[in-house]
């Protein structure tokens, strides 16, 4: 991820902090940022949302370096409690984010292709093949595994995410039992 990415993404979830994501403006980011080429690079706050993606998915791929090789649902849960460990130092602009679309979530649907990214990604990290129609497969569970996952974290107040990582860990579990049969 460029430094200018960067800087706007790390702007933007300060600002979250205080602020709604349904009242943020372009404007204010762009200000704050103090980015000329800002207007070029950023039309929609659809394109800000996929920098924030972008930006946890940098953060993801500097952490995963220490990645332990294990079994493959290990490494799922560790790489994507990873990600929740990322979400959770930006807890506050995420959770003004989900605020926002949590009465109209069908206006997130632009984001899906790039949330699916994302766990092509962690699947790229944990070495785990994601070709065929079994690694397809394994794509859109673990998608699944991590909305619902995140849906947990939203309401997981413990400081350690228990609630968050118990839940992921039996999400994980049951998809086990279901590779199984299908293998």
Do not use: C
């Not at 930006?55 to 990645?67: P, V």
Request: charged residues 25%; glycine residues 2%; positive net charge.
């Amino acid at each position: 991820m460029n430094k200018v990415y960067k800087k706007i993404a790390v702007i933007t979830l300060d600002i979250l902090k205080k602020k709604s994501w349904h009242i943020l403006s372009l404007s204010e980011v762009k200000n704050k940022s103090k980015i000329r080429s800002f207007d070029e690079l950023i039309k929609s706050k659809q394109e800000l949302l996929k920098i924030l993606n972008n930006y946890f998915d940098y953060n993801l791929s500097l952490q995963a370096k220490s990645l332990e090789n294990s079994n493959q649902k290990d490494m799922i849960f560790e790489i994507l409690m990873i990600r929740f460990d990322i979400l959770q130092s930006n807890r506050k602009g995420i959770i003004s984010i989900f605020n926002s679309f949590k009465k109209k979530p069908q206006e997130l649907i632009f984001l899906l292709p790039n949330l699916l990214d994302s766990i092509v990604l962690m699947f790229k990290f944990t070495k785990i093949s994601s070709t065929g129609i079994i690694g397809q497969m394994k794509i859109k569970g673990i998608f699944i595994i991590y909305i619902s996952s995140f849906l947990v974290w939203i309401k997981d107040d413990s400081p350690s995410l228990e609630k968050t990582m118990k839940s992921l860990d039996n999400y994980l579990d049951q998809a086990g039992k279901i590779l199984k049969f299908i293998n």
